[in-house]
């Protein structure tokens, strides 16, 4: 098994016949056998050998994980076609026509084709930046709704006899960040009393009708209760 020299062209071409049809070298998921033949490539397939090109980008991103990826690793002769035997790193005197030494002494070495797919995953790396960026950006800017809910309340005085001009004058009294007084009415409940039914919207993170209930039970004098007759979200 193998899949020739990986150093060659050749050997590449034997990678991406191989990965034709599967996503991984073994298995549904990176592993350790991924990682195996990864590092056994200097650079990126060239741009015509697609296959084995998007399997390098891809496990090229698990970089930082490698070492947690499941399996053990092995020799590059236990992967790969098994009518094919590794060669990679064996020393030849000669090489066919058609392989590219991935290696050389150093990176002025690498075939032009190479090079330019180097660069082409370089520049989609930064392409990929710039527009998460710019998302980031406009996300940022965009203003964040406000949750707000208009509460219809029931303000019940003691008897007929509360001044109920100065019981709504008390309600409207209270003032907090968030909260906008509405219409008002008085409406009759029985024996000559009238209770005192006002609505108003509030920012619900700001403001709750327990607080609403606090503040305005406070006016002992003229409330006796109040009830939250319609609650909605605007």
Known sequence: M??????????????NDFL???SYIEGYVPSQADIAVFE??????????????????????????????????KALGKYGPADVED?????????????I?????????????????????????????????QYESKKSKKPAVVAKSSILLDVKPWDDETDMA????????????GLVWGSSKLVPVG?????????????DDKVGTDMLEERITAFEDYVQSMDVAAFNKI
Request: glycine share 6%; charged share 35%; hydrophobic share 35%.
């Open 2 to 15: 193998g899949f020739g020299d990986l150093k060659s062209a050749a050997g590449l071409r034997v990678l």
């Open 20 to 22: 034709a049809d599967r």
């Open 40 to 73: 056994a490539i200097a650079a990126p397939p060239p741009a015509d050998l697609f296959h084995a090109l998007r399997w390098y980008n891809h496990i090229k991103s698990y970089e930082k994980q490698k070492a947690s990826l499941p399996g053990v690793k």
């Open 87 to 99: 060669t990679t790193g064996a020393a030849t005197e000669s090489k066919d026509d058609d392989d």
């Open 101 to 133: 030494d991935l290696f050389g002494s150093d990176d002025e070495e690498l075939s032009l084709q190479n090079r330019k797919a180097w660069k082409e995953s370089e520049e989609a790396k930064k392409l990929r930046e710039e527009r998460l960026a």
């Open 166 to 177: 100065k019981l709504e004058e008390c309600v409207r009294s209270i003032q907090a960040d």
């Open 191 to 203: 024996y000559g009393i009238k209770k005192l039914q006002i609505q108003c919207v509030v920012e």
